[in-house]
Antibody, heavy 123, light 108 residues
Framework: EVQLVESGGGVVRPGGSLRLSCAGS????????MSWVRQAPGKGLEWVSG????????GYADSVKGRFRISRDNGKNSVYLQMNSLRAEDTALYYC????????????????WGQGTLVTVPS | DIQMTQFPSSLSASVGHTITITCRAS??????LAWYQQKPGKVPNLLIY???TLQSGVPSRFSGSGSGTDFTLTISSLQPEDVATYYC??????????FGGGTKVEIK
């Protein structure tokens, strides 16, 4: 069974940092891209960041560019999201998701998703 | 950036009825569109990708269609377990994997 388990969420003051982790199992982790998607309380879904299979290509939403950094360790079947300069608007449930390619170099859809880890930045 | 507009934002229908949710892109995106279902308090679940390809394990009452700017998700014979919020997602560019605002489906 394909499984993704996030960790590292918590309460952090504005301007602070947090590092999220996501451990994958049940599939060949190094064969897939991975992404982080967040959902603010009671709101919709927002793609945050993605990384290709070997970490050689990354992407970020404009809202987090320059503050967040995605990385991965295929030896540990894990992907990470380093979040710096956190703001109240970063408060959300952060999901890790396996990412499929729609075409060569074109990130596609997400399946499956982890259970999420909650990040709270009080205003 | 290409914007994704979903409508209606919510709907209520009776069990056994057919419902349609629309997702409109501000520019053409080919068939680079996915649909997800998020049941209350649960994790999003992939239903359809490439606009019309049903993900393995998803009931056949779900179907997707469209290309370019207009896309639809149809649930034929709505079931109580289909109560959820449905999201579309475009992926035609590395510059933004954008989700629609969601459509909340309830049973009348």
């Amino acid at each position: 069974e394909v499984q993704l388990v996030e960790s590292g969420g918590g309460v952090v003051r504005p301007g602070g940092s947090l590092r999220l982790s996501c451990a994958g199992s049940g599939f060949t982790f190094g064969d897939y891209g991975m992404s982080w998607v967040r959902q603010a309380p009671g709101k919709g879904l927002e793609w945050v960041s993605g990384i290709n299979w070997n970490g050689g290509s990354t992407g970020y939403a404009d809202s987090v560019k320059g503050r967040f950094r995605i990385s991965r360790d295929n030896g540990k079947n894990s992907v990470y999201l380093q979040m710096n300069s956190l703001r109240a608007e970063d408060t959300a449930l952060y999901y890790c998701a396996r990412t499929f390619l729609a075409a060569a170099g074109l990130v596609g859809w997400f399946d499956p998703w982890g259970q999420g880890t909650l990040v709270t930045v009080p205003s | 950036d290409i914007q994704m507009t979903q409508f209606p934002s919510s709907l209520s229908a009776s069990v056994g009825h057919t419902i349609t949710i629309t997702c409109r892109a501000s520019q053409g995106i080919g068939t680079y569109l996915a649909w997800y279902q998020q049941k209350p308090g649960k994790v999003p679940n992939l239903l359809i990708y490439a606009a019309s390809t049903l993900q393995s394990g998803v009931p056949s009452r779900f179907s997707g269609s469209g290309s370019g700017t207009d896309f639809t998700l149809t649930i034929s014979s709505l079931q109580p377990e289909d109560v959820a919020t449905y999201y579309c997602q475009k992926y035609n560019s590395a510059l933004g994997l954008t989700f629609g605002g969601g459509t909340k489906v309830e049973i009348k």
